[in-house]
């Protein structure tokens, strides 16, 4: 997972322009409108996807998910790392170097 968090450290993240997001009590429900398709996150994912979005960077969203999800620094680079990459592959996130 190192070399994924050593990219993502760079990188910058938006919402896709066909994406739209509501929040909902237990997370965040995603529909991209070109792609038909949906993904509902859970918590700690979406907060993620919301301090994504907003543009944090890498390192304050991996201090932030430590704090939000109770975890240790490493789990909470996975767990930033993980999200990141997966809404990215499936099209909810575009990246930017």
Known sequence: MLNH???NRNASYSC??????VVEIDGVLLIHH??????????PEA???DLATQGFAYARMVDLITRIASVGFREA?????GCLESLA??????KTE
């Open 5 to 7: 968090s050593r990219q």
């Open 16 to 21: 896709h322009p066909k994406v739209r997001w």
């Open 34 to 43: 070109e792609l038909e398709k949906k993904k509902k996150l859970g918590y």
């Open 47 to 49: 907060a993620v996807w």
């Open 77 to 81: 680079e996975n767990i930033v790392n």
């Open 89 to 94: 592959e499936q099209g909810f996130l575009q």
